[in-house]
């Protein structure tokens, strides 16, 4: 199998100057292809199409996490309210402060095994697929991989071939 | 006299003295511009030495007076060793949220009470260290009274400079001194704590007119800190216990040293040992990983690029003109020396500065009194105020702006990341005025003690 027979089309993407509000709103109404509403991270894309980075949940995690907080052991020093106040205080922000900006992305005619070794190496959770021209044509999920081997898996006459 | 300076003054000036002149000046010169990292130019500039023969490698290996210094190093990386192994512990974490808590929350109390802690804490550790331990609980307390934080780090990486400059241990400077001058722990303590404690409270006196009417705090948001439970910091308290034990055994033994004949190198060196022992720890290699290397091999570099000056006879050249132009007053060539070197390590790493500077005071002494050798010679009373004021300028020196010393360095890049960028001219507007305090103290102080009192 190969990488487009389990790719979702690219539907949604966000610009690097998206503020962090306008990306919220866009990753609660994104479609994973005919699934149910909400994305947990979408591609960002220049004006040229170019992909640039990559906006997660995580990131936006990371958004209000303040940085001193991973210097030292202060988690049991926080307090309630602290996250709301600092989620606001962000909502402004660009996209491109925020996203991950290393990028990694499999080409539409790559093996299946190349996503496998992606997702396991780097702990990702998805993949923007892109062709031969580098322009990103759709989406590859950790899901989507683990049904593609689950139903190797499970259908005893597919043994290696295909 | 004249008679002296004129037959030392025959300084050989041959190839290789321009030779090692030029690779000195060479990479002091792009230490400043910050082009290439410290340590691979002193890596570079150390390793041409010995290519070039300028001075062997025997000596730069073994040799004390030309080459590294390893009771530097030692003390550095023990030293070191032992906070690596603290830190989890969360002790650092508690020290700073008691503080707080004993601050009551308000915001002045909170910077003076910090700015007290980090020196005390300075003086026995690392500045760097220091503030990296303090910076980020402060950046925690400061959001929740929802507080510029930014006066409170710079007022921090100040205390921590003031606070290293009391001990032997405290700033690097101290520790090369000691070294070369064979000062011990004791002798820091009894001639350049007394100082500090009135610059400190001259200091917390300042900052209280500087900063302490501007910030007020709801009663609600002070409720926040008095609701933190500092005993929530002690993640290991086994450990804890142990690292304390060791860390008084080690003090103890720096207080002690002089008297027992041991260098505080090996007195580091035990306390590390000692407590990777005690640990339990089964992979050592972590925390040894986790000293700062680079900044050892800066030492080691720097070390043996100075022996190679001094070899050739740049410094002696240099302490000629130095004797020239102060014509063998001991009481101006302390201020110059004093102030000279507060203003050089406000622009310059201080480290190369006192570098240079220990040698070059040891061939001053050599021309003054050529009759003493040895420990005489280098505790000749007629030189103890120029070690002093060296230790002074070169320590508080750094306070002036916001590349004067790593701890500045490492709160200026803090808030940076904090979304809340202090501008050069920002720090030198709080740290030159309160530096020009503190050394104004500290002139004062060296010449009543010693040209007055003369004790």
Same mark, same amino acid.
């Given at each position: 199998?190969?990488?487009?027979?389990?790719?979702?089309?690219?539907?949604?993407?966000?610009?690097?100057?998206?503020?962090?509000?306008?990306?919220?709103?866009?990753?609660?109404?994104?479609?994973?292809?005919?699934?149910?509403?909400?994305?947990?991270?979408?591609?960002?894309?220049?004006?040229?199409?170019?992909?640039?980075?990559?906006?997660?949940?995580?990131?936006?995690?990371?958004?209000?996490?303040? !940085?001193?907080? !991973?210097?030292?052991?202060? !988690?049991?020093?926080?307090?309630?309210?602290?996250?709301?106040?600092?989620?606001?205080?962000?909502?402004?922000?660009?996209?491109?402060?925020?996203?991950?900006?290393?990028?990694?992305?499999?080409?539409?005619?790559?093996?299946?095994?190349?996503?496998?070794?992606?997702?396991?190496?780097? !702990?990702?959770?998805?993949?923007?697929?892109?062709?031969?021209?580098?322009?990103?044509?759709?989406?590859?999920?950790?899901?989507?991989?683990?049904?593609?081997?689950?139903?190797?898996?499970?259908?005893?006459?597919?043994?290696?071939?295909? | 006299?004249?008679?002296?300076?004129?037959?030392?003054?025959?300084?050989?000036?041959?190839?290789?003295?321009? /030779?090692?002149?030029? /690779?000195?000046?060479?990479?002091?010169?792009?230490?400043?511009?910050?082009?290439?990292?410290?340590?691979?130019?002193?890596?570079?500039?150390?390793?041409?030495?010995?290519?070039?023969?300028?001075?062997?490698?025997?000596? +730069?290996?073994?040799?004390?007076?030309?080459?590294?210094?390893? &009771?530097?190093?030692?003390?550095?990386?023990?030293?070191?060793?032992? $906070?690596?192994?603290?830190?989890?512990?969360?002790?650092?974490?508690? $020290?700073?949220?008691?503080?707080?808590?004993?601050?009551?929350?308000?915001?002045?109390?909170?910077?003076?009470?910090?700015?007290?802690?980090?020196?005390?804490?300075?003086?026995?550790?690392?500045?760097?260290?220091?503030?990296?331990?303090?910076?980020?609980?402060?950046?925690?307390?400061?959001?929740?009274?929802?507080?510029?934080?930014?006066?409170?780090?710079?007022?921090?990486? %100040?205390?921590?400079?003031?606070?290293?400059?009391?001990?032997?241990?405290?700033?690097?400077? &101290?520790?090369?001194?000691?070294?070369?001058?064979?000062?011990?722990?004791?002798?820091?303590?009894?001639?350049?704590?007394?100082?500090?404690?009135?610059?400190?409270?001259?200091?917390?006196?300042?900052?209280?007119?500087?900063?302490?009417?501007?910030?007020?705090?709801?009663?609600?948001?002070?409720?926040?800190?008095?609701?933190?439970?500092? &005993?929530?910091?002690?993640?290991?308290?086994?450990?804890?216990?142990?690292?304390?034990?060791?860390?008084?055994?080690?003090?103890?033994?720096?207080?002690?040293?002089?008297?027992?004949?041991? =260098?505080?190198?090996?007195?580091?060196?035990?306390?590390?040992?000692?407590?990777?022992?005690?640990?339990?720890?089964?992979?050592?290699?972590?925390?040894? +990983? =986790?000293?700062?290397? +680079?900044?050892?091999?800066?030492?080691?570099?720097?070390? $043996?690029?100075?022996?190679?000056?001094?070899?050739?006879?740049?410094?002696?050249?240099?302490?000629?003109?130095?004797?020239?132009?102060?014509?063998?007053?001991?009481?101006?060539?302390?201020?110059?020396?004093?102030?000279?070197?507060?203003?050089?390590?406000?622009?310059?790493?201080?480290?190369?500065?006192?570098?240079?500077?220990?040698?070059?005071?040891?061939?001053?002494?050599?021309?003054?009194?050529?009759?003493?050798?040895?420990?005489?010679?280098?505790?000749?009373?007629?030189?103890?105020?120029?070690?002093?004021?060296?230790?002074?300028?070169?320590?508080?020196?750094?306070?002036?702006?916001?590349?004067?010393?790593?701890?500045?360095?490492?709160?200026?890049?803090?808030?940076?990341?904090?979304?809340?960028?202090?501008?050069?001219?920002?720090?030198? %507007?709080?740290?030159?005025?309160?530096?020009?305090?503190?050394?104004?103290?500290?002139?004062?102080?060296?010449?009543?003690?010693?040209?007055?009192?003369?004790?």
């Amino acid at each position: 199998m190969k990488v487009k027979d389990l790719m979702i089309p690219l539907q949604d993407y966000l610009r690097p100057e998206n503020t962090l509000k306008e990306a919220v709103n866009l990753l609660r109404v994104s479609k994973k292809g005919e699934e149910k509403v909400g994305l947990k991270g979408l591609p960002v894309l220049d004006k040229e199409g170019k992909l640039v980075g990559m906006l997660s949940m995580t990131d936006i995690l990371k958004a209000v996490h303040p !940085s001193y907080m !991973s210097l030292m052991n202060l !988690s049991d020093f926080t307090w309630e309210g602290m996250v709301e106040s600092l989620a606001k205080s962000v909502a402004d922000k660009k996209v491109e402060t925020v996203m991950t900006k290393d990028v990694i992305t499999v080409k539409e005619d790559d093996p299946l095994m190349e996503c496998v070794d992606l997702i396991i190496k780097n !702990s990702i959770k998805r993949l923007p697929v892109v062709n031969k021209t580098g322009k990103v044509v759709g989406m590859i999920y950790e899901r989507a991989v683990f049904y593609a081997i689950a139903k190797s898996l499970l259908d005893e006459n597919t043994g290696g071939g295909e | 006299m004249t008679e002296e300076v004129k037959a030392a003054t025959q300084v050989v000036m041959g190839a290789q003295f321009w /030779i090692a002149t030029a /690779i000195f000046l060479l990479v002091y010169g792009l230490i400043v511009t910050e082009k290439i990292h410290k340590t691979i130019l002193a890596i570079v500039g150390a390793s041409t030495m010995i290519v070039l023969r300028i001075i062997t490698q025997e000596d +730069a290996f073994n040799s004390m007076e030309l080459g590294v210094d390893w &009771n530097v190093i030692f003390l550095l990386v023990s030293m070191m060793i032992i $906070i690596n192994i603290m830190k989890p512990t969360g002790v650092f974490e508690y $020290i700073a949220i008691k503080s707080a808590k004993v601050a009551k929350g308000k915001p002045f109390m909170i910077m003076a009470i910090f700015s007290t802690v980090t020196a005390v804490v300075s003086a026995f550790l690392d500045n760097v260290t220091t503030v990296l331990l303090i910076a980020p609980v402060t950046m925690l307390i400061c959001q929740a009274l929802e507080l510029d934080v930014v006066p409170f780090l710079i007022t921090e990486a %100040l205390a921590s400079n003031i606070g290293g400059t009391a001990t032997l241990i405290g700033d690097p400077p &101290n520790i090369m001194i000691a070294s070369k001058a064979q000062l011990d722990f004791m002798a820091f303590v009894y001639h350049l704590t007394p100082v500090i404690i009135v610059v400190l409270i001259a200091y917390i006196i300042s900052i209280k007119f500087i900063f302490g009417k501007k910030m007020h705090v709801r009663d609600e948001l002070r409720q926040r800190i008095m609701a933190m439970n500092e &005993n929530d910091a002690i993640k290991d308290p086994v450990l804890l216990k142990k690292s304390l034990v060791v860390l008084a055994i080690t003090i103890t033994g720096f207080i002690t040293h002089g008297m027992l004949h041991f =260098e505080p190198a090996t007195i580091a060196l035990f306390g590390a040992g000692l407590l990777l022992l005690v640990s339990g720890t089964k992979e050592p290699h972590h925390i040894l +990983a =986790e000293a700062e290397w +680079a900044t050892l091999f800066f030492f080691m570099g720097l070390f $043996i690029i100075i022996g190679g000056v001094v070899k050739v006879g740049l410094i002696k050249w240099m302490s000629i003109k130095v004797l020239e132009i102060t014509q063998g007053n001991l009481l101006g060539t302390s201020m110059i020396v004093l102030w000279f070197s507060a203003f050089a390590s406000a622009f310059i790493d201080n480290i190369p500065y006192v570098a240079t500077m220990n040698p070059l005071i040891i061939d001053m002494a050599r021309q003054l009194w050529p009759n003493f050798s040895g420990v005489q010679l280098l505790h000749h009373p007629d030189l103890m105020p120029m070690w002093w004021s060296l230790a002074l300028g070169a320590c508080l020196g750094g306070n002036g702006t916001a590349i004067g010393a790593s701890a500045n360095v490492i709160v200026v890049g803090m808030a940076e990341k904090m979304g809340k960028p202090i501008s050069f001219k920002k720090f030198m %507007l709080y740290g030159m005025p309160l530096m020009i305090e503190s050394v104004i103290i500290c002139m004062g102080y060296v010449w009543l003690r010693y040209y007055i009192l003369k004790i």
